[in-house]
Every structure is written in C-alpha cells, then in structure tokens.
C-alpha cells in the first residue's frame, strides 16, 4: 500500500515536468530556498518536503569561490548520495557539475549537518541502475534527461569519512 508521501510524489511528479514548471522553477525555488535556509538554520529545505534534500558546497571551476546548490539525492543503499546534473530539461549542464569536475572534494548539507564529501561521475555501465533508483523516489524523473537532449551528469557523493575506512 503506498504511503501518503509517495501519493503526494505521484501527483506532484508529472507536473515538474511541465513547460511552466521548468520555466518557473529555476527562476523561483532557489530564492525561496535561501530563504527558508536563512530562517531555518540550513535545516530545512523546501525541497525535502517531498524528497530528500541537500545542499552541494563546491569550489567554482573557474572562480575558485565557494557555490551552494540546493539539489535532489537519491542514497544509494551503501551511505552514500546520487545526484543528477538535470537542471530542470535544461540544454545545459547546470554549474555545479562543472565545479565537482573541477574540484570533486566538496561538501553537503544534509538537516542542517555539514560534511566532507568526495564526487565521482557515475560510470555509463551503472547509470540505468543509478537512475531506476533515482525514478523509484521520484516517478518520471530521467525524463528531464530525454527532454534535455543531453546526457546529465550523474554523480556519486561519498562522505570523506567514509573513505578513510575503506582504505585501512
């Protein structure tokens, strides 16, 4: 029997993928992100409301400054974070995929809990599995990837520490 929340997901699912809400979003969520961020200490996001939430810290690739994006995860079952570069079906890479190139040593934000993290790009062998995970949270979502005309960039985000005990 489905949860409310993934009712909730299911109705709201195939309207984010409408023309005006990929015209919209871009222009309105971020702002209104900020806000709630501002307010609530970084620990809650719109977005988290319907799904999981984070927020990226990156490195500019070119300006070297620091970046925030609020971003969609999806876990991976092992601790780790998917995130995909879908820019709202945007013909663009959005530019935080840029800066994890650039700098894969980054940071999230998740309920107001910061930690180190270190991105990789999701090999091609693995991106139908990453997305099948990705679309059981989120219905419909590689459609961004089909209206995109580009293949987004999928990404991996390991915590930092996570590593050290990999290596020992």
């Known amino acids: 029997m489905p949860t409310v929340l993934q009712s909730v997901r299911s109705v709201v699912s195939p309207l984010t993928r409408t023309r005006l ?50 971003l969609m995860y999806t876990p991976d079952g092992h601790g780790r974070a998917i995130v995909a570069g879908t820019s709202f079906a945007r013909d663009r890479h959005p530019g935080w995929t840029y800066n994890l190139i650039a700098h894969p040593d980054a940071a999230i934000t998740v309920r107001g809990r910061r930690m180190p993290v ?48 990999e290596s020992m």
């Open 21 to 70: 809400f990929r015209w919209c979003a871009p222009r309105v969520l971020p702002p209104i992100e900020r806000v709630i961020a501002a307010v609530s200490g970084g620990r809650v996001q719109l977005s988290a409301l319907l799904v999981p939430s984070l927020v990226l810290h990156t490195t500019g690739a070119k300006s070297g400054e620091p970046r925030d994006s609020a």
């Open 118 to 165: 270190r991105a990789s790009r999701i090999a091609d062998d693995e991106r139908d599995a990453a997305w099948a995970r990705i679309e059981a949270q989120w219905p419909g979502y590689r459609a961004y990837e089909r209206e995109s005309g580009r293949v987004v960039r999928l990404f991996r985000l390991q915590p930092v520490a996570d590593l050290r005990h």
